[in-house]
């Protein structure tokens, strides 16, 4: 498969797991795109990817009014690192840190951006209404780098990195107890401390089960050319 038809692939793949995105390689290695790894859990659908350096650009053409209200976060779980664009802002991201964007607005995510080797990430997208501050709060939370270095940065990083390694071995009801725990730890403090330094106030929030991920599944693309790890 040639390059161009690998990012033609790419952007069917990306836009079947995710939303309509554009995908452009940044580097002249054109050997393999990457491996990826979809699964739901609970109200969240979590991808585990290995990709060669590209960005993914939201652009305001490819937005709908139809698409899905959904956030999502991704973590560097290893290889290299990424940059989260989005409202004027960028956010380096490291192994172990993690980032928010809003599927509804335009962003652009570069993986690879320290140089031409892979780099290991995890998507995990999920209705906004899982987190207890209003859209205007959330906004502050886009596109601001979240370091796994102590509290409950350290704390939300490593579950997610369990969660993901196991995400294969959880019944339905097992995956859904999890997610809610996941989603209580946020709702009561980790959220609510960060955005607290600019004055917003907790309100509650459901715990609603997105009918696009309520069941557990399991699917895995492999983009030609690229060796499994």
Known sequence: ???ADRLDFLREMVAATWVPMECRAIT???DYLGEFHASGLGPMQVVVMDVTPLSVHRTPELISQEDPDMLKLVLVRGGN???VAQDGRQAPVSVGEFAIYDTRRPYEVVCGASGDWPTQLMTFMFPPSLLPL???RLRQL???RFQASAGL???TSQFLLQLARNVDHYSPAEAARLSAAHWRCWRRGWPVR???RTGAHRRPAGMPCS?????LYSSTWVIPGCPRP
């Not at 009918?211 to 069941?215: D, E, G, N």
């Open 1 to 3: 498969m040639s390059s």
């Open 28 to 30: 002249a290695n054109a």
């Open 81 to 83: 690192s990424c940059v």
């Open 134 to 136: 209003s859209r205007n």
């Open 142 to 144: 886009c596109a601001v």
């Open 153 to 155: 940065g350290d704390l």
């Open 194 to 196: 960060w955005i607290s």
């Open 211 to 215: 009918p696009r991920f309520r069941h």
